[in-house]
């Protein structure tokens, strides 16, 4: 089966309305957002990063530690 055809299905089967609805108020505060300059947030966090080190040498393009642009210094986190 073709990837994107067995991604889209994947992605269907796991949608509900209650993802939809939060989905789309996460949007729609996004660009009420951008439109009035104030801070505007509905709904949860669609996906949440948790990194417990800012050291990493694998320099990958998306990520802020392989790109540098920490602006915390290097290094394990605290207990």
Same mark, same amino acid.
């Given at each position: 089966? /073709? !990837?994107?055809?067995?991604?889209?299905?994947?992605? #269907? &089967? *796991?949608?509900?309305?209650?993802?939809?609805? /939060? !989905?789309?108020?996460?949007?729609?505060?996004?660009? #009420? &957002? *951008?439109?009035?300059?104030?801070?505007?947030?509905?709904?949860?966090?669609?996906?949440?990063?948790?990194?417990?080190?800012?050291s990493c040498?694998?320099?990958?393009?998306?990520?802020?530690?392989?790109?540098?642009?920490?602006?915390?210094?290097?290094?394990?986190?605290?207990?």
């Amino acid at each position: 089966m /073709n !990837a994107k055809i067995s991604d889209g299905l994947h992605f #269907i &089967s *796991k949608l509900s309305f209650r993802r939809a609805w /939060n !989905a789309a108020k996460v949007v729609l505060s996004f660009y #009420i &957002s *951008k439109w009035t300059g104030k801070p505007v947030q509905w709904g949860i966090p669609i996906s949440v990063t948790f990194e417990p080190t800012t050291s990493c040498n694998l320099r990958c393009p998306e990520c802020p530690s392989g790109k540098r642009e920490f602006t915390r210094p290097t290094g394990m986190l605290q207990n």
